[in-house]
């Protein structure tokens, strides 16, 4: 996906965490557990997953920008025995992942989402072939329109150097 904004912005909106449930398809919930430094931290989030359980995960956020190119990505790693099991929501084992902010020019910023997870639990393959598809595209827009909307918060990282900056 490709959207007018900036890199700071960008890493803003995924380093909100507690939003999450504003604009990450089927997300209920979002806390952060640990930050470790500005560029690292744990965060906790609870999926819906009608009509078969909840699931919960927790993944490890590090944030890194290319110096030359100012690409920045954010990548994504699942540490589900970081805090011990809710007995209600069934814990997603396998999550790896990125964002990645790949800077145009002229403002713009090419977005690309990938995430790799089981969700376990035995749930039927048609069912994870629908939500494969349907939850990330779902994210994209989501976060597309509260971009549009300019509803990200305007705020500057010391780690991220925007496309301009030299």
């Known amino acids: 996906m490709t959207v007018e904004a900036s890199l700071s912005s960008l890493v803003a909106l995924v380093n909100d965490v507690p939003a999450y449930p504003k604009w990450i398809d089927t997300c209920?919930?979002?806390?952060?557990?640990?930050?470790?430094?500005?560029?690292?931290?744990?965060?906790?989030?609870?999926?819906?997953?009608?009509?078969?359980?909840?699931?919960?995960?927790?993944?490890?956020?590090?944030?890194?920008?290319d110096p030359e190119t100012r690409v920045v990505t954010i990548e994504i790693e699942g540490q589900p025995d970081f805090i011990p099991p809710n007995k209600k929501l069934v814990r997603v084992k396998h999550i790896k992942g990125f964002w990645r902010f790949r800077p145009l020019g002229q403002g713009k910023v090419e977005i690309v989402y990938q995430v790799h997870s089981d969700p376990g639990g035995g749930i039927?393959?048609?069912?994870?072939?629908?939500?494969?598809?349907?939850?990330p595209f779902r994210t994209l827009v989501?976060?597309?329109?509260?971009?549009?909307?300019?509803?990200?918060?305007?705020?500057?990282?010391?780690?991220?150097?925007?496309?301009?900056?030299?």
């Open 28 to 65: 209920t919930e979002g806390k952060i557990l640990r930050r470790v430094s500005p560029t690292e931290g744990y965060a906790y989030t609870v999926n819906k997953a009608f009509p078969i359980a909840g699931r919960d995960a927790i993944v490890r956020n590090v944030i890194r920008q």
């Open 124 to 135: 039927p393959a048609w069912l994870v072939n629908s939500f494969v598809v349907k939850q």
């Open 142 to 166: 989501n976060m597309k329109k509260i971009i549009e909307e300019s509803r990200l918060p305007d705020k500057k990282f010391e780690f991220i150097k925007e496309a301009h900056e030299k």
